[in-house]
């Protein structure tokens, strides 16, 4: 069977609620020929831990990439190498965020310096920057090729980003062999340098009234100022993903390629903690999820539970690929083919912010946590206390904390026993979980 081409799209702190017709027609149109994931969920609402999950397969526990500036481990094959030996050209641009190190005594910083070619993951081509917002802002910036030297572009980022993946889909890639793209946009992510995030300026008027989700209005936030960027950006890249299946169509590779859209985690704009993620909730770890071809087609509707540490089996399955024993996710291929096959659950690692762990099920939202004042003390934790409980089917905006709730004691204890279990299977220390000391508001 010839083996088709593979093209993973990953769009930077994007909610599940903003692929829509009026914001995303091509994601919707993508999803009419696919599979549309309802509840999809971040495994680390972080951008490296996320990063380093996709890589490796693994919960960032395991790989040792809790936070931000930790690259990837040695001693864990990454991604592309199963590509790479199964025959596919391998290519990454984009956003890495996996690569630097800030502990102290390392020394590699190259957040807005060239990858070195040993830690970019194995994969043959290559169109990056370790940390892209620190290479450019929402217009103008660079990357850097395979071998280090930078490449400046000019205009909306996304767009310039978008262009290098259509320059090695028309120029640059090796027509003998399938490919693997990994296509990392930064889009619709904050500018960290300027505190905002900077849509695409001819259509951010546009989304002026765009209507504000439920889940952030009973909370202060920055929401009524950053929406409208927000959402701009997001159709942008969406215009990226039409010139992208446009160019596929115009090569004749469109039929022979499986695309796969999803996002690092969501967006709280500020109304859970001081800044836009590393928290349990659905606004921060609930994410956008399409996946078009490769058996994934005729425009279903997924409400099943699914992660995205599942998209490393699943990446694998697509091609053939046996998957490593260690990979901890679930094939959605065997997923989708299999109507009446549920998890329980699916697990959240929290860190940086806090040292919590959090479940999601069909109905519930339950998390823990441990009582640091930061997540940078330590990534794991003994005792941890109870933070937070949510019935979803009540409470879909998470306004009411039901951890100390007593018609609810049966239901946090069945879901204690269930987190413990989803912690040790992530090579996780069987943890005790304490009863709450209060009530979190928020």
Known sequence: MKQKNI??????????????????????SLAKEGVKF?????????????????????YATQNGCCYNGI???????????????AGYETAYIGKWHLASNRLPGIGLHCESKAVPKNKQGEYQYWRGADVLEFTSHGYNGYIFD???????FKGYRADCINDYTLEYLEKNRNKDKPFFMFVSQLEP????????????????EKYKDYPIPDDLTPFK???NEMLPDYISAINRLDYNVGRLVDKLKELNLYDDTIIIYTSDHGCHFKTRNLEYKRSCHESSTHTPLIIKGGGFDGGKTETRLSSLIDMPPTLLSLAGIP???SYMGVDLTQQINAPDKKRDCVFIQVSEASCSRAIRTERFKY????????????????PYFEEYLYDLKLDPCEKNNLIKDHRYANVRQELKYLLIKQMTNAGEEPPVILPALRVKKK
């Open 7 to 28: 093209i993973f799209y990953f769009s930077d702190q994007q909610r599940w609620d903003t692929v829509n017709e009026e914001v995303t027609p091509n994601l919707c």
């Open 38 to 58: 309802e509840n999809n969920f971040t495994c680390q609402p972080v951008c490296g831990p996320a990063r380093a999950c996709l890589q490796t397969g693994v």
């Open 71 to 85: 690259p990837l481990p040695d001693d864990i094959t990454p991604l592309a190498h199963y590509f790479n030996e």
């Open 146 to 152: 395979t071998d280090g030297n930078k490449l400046y």
């Open 189 to 204: 992510h904050h500018q960290n340098d300027r505190h905002c995030f900077e849509g695409y300026k001819e259509t951010v």
């Open 221 to 223: 936030g920055d929401y």
């Open 323 to 325: 998957i490593p024993k």
């Open 367 to 382: 998390s823990v946590g441990d009582l640091a004042p930061t997540g940078y003390i330590h990534s794991t934790a003994k």
